[in-house]
């Protein structure tokens, strides 16, 4: 027999043993739920009332119940639309702003970044309200102004997601490039489009991220600034839970899971796409 035969193996700790949690939590709270959620999505129960037996049956009635329903279908669109307004809304007021706050000339130790950061670490339900207060002393409320109040609710509480990434991308702006475009006798509006603007899609890329799908699944802010007036996506799938329509309302929340996952590969695409051009450049 070998002499180390009967040795004891010591456990080696290795790298690859620190990804275990980050593991389990996708699997607990990520791919379980998305699971569920399909599960719930297609299927249909039926109860045999004499046995009280309940029977789980493959089913695509939540589908059709969808693509018939002219109101949820409805919703989704004035969802993407309101969306896409919110993000082009916070592109073009967090645009110049980030660009003001990375000019070290103006904001030496970034105290006014933190100024326009500082609503995120309020409690969105207060932010809400006191938003409410605000454009209700200003005359817009849901009873006179239910879309305007929404949309300025949204663009005021999903502002600083655009300023942030906006801001960081900007401080890392090839000023030589920008320099050096102007020594070559461009105007002001070709260095921007030629410059500035393509080294910052990957901050413009992460603002559209961060702001477009939450946006559409945000219901607090059109319930409380429209006075329910205005119906959103995320409205409509907390109702059909309320509703204890557990299979439309999974189904709804797939489409949800469906259109952010094209949107972050749609999204990433773009951001590689412009980022080869720039190295091309």
């Given at each position: ?15 690859k ?18 699971l ?37 279908l ?11 307004q ?55 409320n ?11 609710g ?42 500035i603007?393509?080294?910052?899609v990957?901050?413009?890329?992460s ?11 945000s ?21 059909e ?15 949800m899971?469906?259109?952010?996952g ?12 412009e ?7």
């Amino acid at each position: 027999m070998s002499k180390n035969s009967g040795a004891k193996r010591h456990f080696v700790f290795q790298r690859k043993y620190l990804g275990i949690p980050y593991a389990l939590f996708l699997i607990l709270f990520i791919i379980v739920p998305i699971l569920i959620i399909v599960g719930y999505a297609f299927s249909y129960e039926t109860t045999d009332w004499s046995t009280g037996v309940v029977t789980v049956k493959f089913s695509f009635q939540a589908f059709i119940n969808f693509f018939t329903n002219w109101s949820k279908l409805n919703v989704l669109l004035v969802s993407i639309f309101i969306a896409l307004q919110t993000t082009l809304i916070c592109l073009l007021i967090g645009y110049p702003l980030a660009y003001f706050l990375a000019d070290k000339k103006v904001n030496k130790n970034a105290v006014l970044v933190t100024l326009f950061v500082a609503p995120m670490w309020i409690n969105f339900v207060l932010r809400t309200g006191a938003t409410r207060d605000l454009l209700t002393w200003m005359g817009i409320n849901g009873g006179n102004a239910p879309y305007l109040a929404t949309l300025i609710g949204m663009v005021q509480n999903y502002l600083p997601f655009v300023i942030l990434p906006l801001y960081t991308t900007m401080l890392k702006l090839d000023k030589s490039q920008i320099e050096a475009a102007a020594d070559l006798g461009a105007n002001p509006v070709q260095v921007f489009f030629k410059s500035i603007l393509p080294q910052s899609v990957p901050g413009i890329v992460s603002a559209f991220t961060m702001t477009f799908m939450p946006t559409m699944s945000s219901y607090v802010i059109s319930d409380t600034l429209s006075e329910g007036k205005i119906t959103l996506f995320g409205n409509y799938i907390s109702l059909e839970f309320s509703n204890k329509a557990w299979h439309d309302g999974s189904f709804m929340a797939l489409i949800m899971l469906i259109l952010i996952g094209l949107t972050l590969v749609i999204t990433q695409n773009f951001g590689k796409e412009e980022e080869s051009r720039g190295v091309s450049l």
